[in-house]
């Protein structure tokens, strides 16, 4: 979905995985508080401005990335490996391809 095309184009700064949850967690709870709010005191702009908070949030900035260290990309590139890959790349047995995975999860999702 769109979180992996992200992740595919390089600008996740967390893993896929943390990127989904990060979005359902914020759909839902619009969709509970617009539940929840008398019809005259919905918001009609809070989901769209919640989606680009929560985009914000774990997305680059394509323009700034430029400017950092390659060690401040890590997370974003290990990212965009993983999306790319196959499950198994090609000369790796699967118990490699997973350790591979793993590896490449740990390193999208460390703190800064």
């Given at each position: 979905g769109?979180?992996?095309?992200?992740?595919?184009a390089?600008?996740?700064?967390?893993?896929?995985?943390?990127?989904?949850?990060?979005?359902?967690?914020?759909?839902?709870?619009v969709?509970?508080?617009?539940?929840?709010?008398?019809?005259?005191?919905?918001?009609?702009a809070l989901?769209?401005?919640t989606?680009?908070?929560?985009?914000?949030?774990?997305t680059?900035?394509a323009?700034?990335?430029t400017g950092?260290?390659?060690?401040?990309?890590?997370?974003?590139?290990?990212?965009a490996?993983?999306a790319?890959?196959?499950?198994?790349?090609a000369?790796f047995?699967?118990?490699?391809?997973a350790?591979?995975?793993d590896w490449?999860?740990?390193l999208?999702?460390?703190?800064?």
């Amino acid at each position: 979905g769109m979180v992996r095309r992200i992740a595919e184009a390089g600008r996740l700064r967390v893993g896929v995985e943390r990127a989904a949850r990060m979005v359902r967690a914020a759909s839902s709870g619009v969709v509970l508080t617009l539940i929840a709010a008398e019809r005259e005191d919905r918001d009609p702009a809070l989901s769209d401005e919640t989606r680009e908070a929560i985009l914000a949030a774990f997305t680059t900035d394509a323009a700034l990335e430029t400017g950092q260290s390659g060690h401040d990309q890590i997370p974003s590139r290990a990212v965009a490996l993983k999306a790319v890959l196959p499950e198994t790349p090609a000369g790796f047995m699967p118990s490699e391809g997973a350790l591979l995975s793993d590896w490449l999860d740990r390193l999208a999702d460390r703190p800064g």
